[in-house]
């Protein structure tokens, strides 16, 4: 029997495939498209995700094909000096998401994931032992459990009668990739008097004399899922630019809208959803691609956990509780920057507003660190003040934290050097370090980086251990 279903090859699938592999689970990726998107939808990792891949030794990779840039105080296009970040990586990677998708498409094959392109989910039966997937050509395949990573419009998530209320599309945008005539001065020109007004509009270069094209439709289309023809997005540069700029050759195009939905459930038995299977905005602050990898990241250990017998009752239940907020949050701050970037009277008010509140530290990091994920606070109960927060990287005597965290496992940081974990050793590394850069006795954190427990009380610590890791091992 497989152990655990993808449904979706997209970054969650894949992140959570590889997350999977690194516990020696069996996994299987189930792709209905034969080839790999060209669309860039995505254009950044904001620096959670940065962390997530620093976690697990794929940053080098990543920072090869990328570029570094100032966070900068930015939200709805308001335009701050960038706040001081608790964060090794205080920075946004740009990086297309066609490249980010190839990087972790690539580090899934290293460990071992098995990708089936051609595989379209059609059906779903589950019992208690496991889930039966059935495939467009007839194929079916049993597994113990199933992950929809099958994108908005997720075929997992209509089968398992998940609702996903929220609200439908309003306005579309047309997006691309092609070549301009027009130097690019000029394009700069026009585009800065434009974007006064239309914050939906904008071009840059991506190198080799290829542009990113965005411009708003006219209306919404009939069918969102087919892509606008060359001559639409023209039309529309010149309605609203009042020039097309000489485009031409286009690499692709698509058009997304800013529909704005979240799963009432992330489970149903055996069955999950993870990211834009489970919640979809509009793409203002680049969160969507971010947040599906941080999905997988909080989903695949856990999973892991339960096919290797070890997890405690209610870990798989954790999933939700702790990602449903997240997600309802980010919908919360799209939403917000929507409003924000409307021409009515009353919205620009606020925006005005919000930009001299933005002035002040306090208020910039706030909404910064919503951006990008790195204010996230699991609720964990009562206890240190470090209690669900993601601990930063740090500099040890062993070298880096992040260093120590690649293999996917528990992790006690200790100063003491009075502590043991041994009846969990199996799933929780103990690592003796005086280095002066923690500043609690102790820390124990979850595969994800989340501390699950900070101090040095041996009790507390156990109770900690039995929470997160199951029962230890009888020595």
Not at 194 to 201: D, I, P, Y
Not at 441 to 462: C, I
Request: negative net charge.
């Amino acid at each position: 029997m497989i152990d655990v279903i993808i449904a979706g090859g997209g970054p969650t699938g894949m992140m959570l495939g590889a997350e999977l592999r690194l516990h020696g689970i069996r996994v299987v990726v189930l792709e209905k498209d034969l080839e790999q998107s060209k669309v860039v939808r995505s254009m950044g990792l904001h620096a959670r995700s940065i962390e997530v891949m620093d976690q697990r030794g794929l940053l080098e990779r990543f920072l090869e094909h990328g570029t570094k840039y100032p966070v900068g105080g930015s939200f709805a296009g308001i335009i701050k000096p960038p706040p001081s970040l608790d964060s090794a990586h205080a920075y946004i990677l740009g990086i297309p998401q066609t490249v980010t998708d190839r990087l972790l498409i690539e580090h899934a094959d290293e460990v071992g994931v098995e990708i089936r392109r051609g595989s379209e989910v059609t059906g779903l039966s589950q019992d208690d032992d496991g889930v039966d997937v059935e495939l467009a050509d007839g194929t079916k395949l049993r597994s113990r459990y199933l992950v929809g990573c099958d994108g908005g419009r997720s075929t997992v998530r209509k089968l398992l009668g998940i609702d996903f209320p929220g609200e439908p599309a309003t306005a579309e945008t047309l997006l691309g990739e092609m070549e301009l005539t027009k130097d690019w001065e000029t394009v700069l020109a026009v585009m800065t008097e434009v974007r006064k007004t239309q914050l939906r509009f904008g071009l840059s270069p991506i190198g080799d004399g290829v542009y990113r094209v965005g411009v708003p439709a006219e209306g919404l289309a009939e069918d969102p899922r087919i892509p606008p023809s060359f001559d639409e997005i023209k039309r529309q540069l010149k309605a609203i630019a009042g020039s097309d700029f000489g485009v031409h050759s286009p690499r692709w195009l698509s058009r997304f809208g800013d529909a704005t939905r979240l799963a009432e459930q992330y489970r149903v038995g055996r069955a999950f959803l993870a990211g834009d299977a489970a919640h979809i905005h509009p793409p203002v602050g680049g969160q969507g691609l971010n947040l599906g990898v941080q999905d997988a990241f909080n989903l695949g250990w856990k999973l892991a956990a339960a096919v290797h017998g070890w997890a405690p009752e209610d870990l798989l239940d954790t999933y939700q509780t702790e990602r449903h907020p997240v997600a309802a949050a980010v919908l919360d701050n799209t939403r917000a920057q929507m409003q924000l970037m409307s021409l009515d009277p009353g919205s620009q008010a606020v925006r005005r507003l919000l930009a001299e509140l933005m002035e002040f530290e306090d208020v910039s990091r706030y909404l910064t660190e919503k951006i990008t994920a790195t204010g996230i606070r699991y609720d964990f109960g009562e206890g240190h003040e470090l209690l669900g927060r993601r601990m930063r990287d740090l500099e040890l005597e062993q070298g880096h934290l992040y260093g120590l965290m690649r293999d996917g496992r528990g992790l006690l940081l200790d100063r003491t050097g009075g502590l043991s974990v041994r009846e969990w050793a199996d799933r929780v590394d103990h690592v003796v370090d005086a280095g002066e850069n923690l500043d609690v006795p102790s820390v124990l954190l979850r595969p994800d980086g989340h501390v699950a427990w900070a101090g040095e009380d041996r009790q507390e610590l156990l109770g900690a251990l039995r929470r997160w890791f199951g029962e230890g091992q009888v020595l």
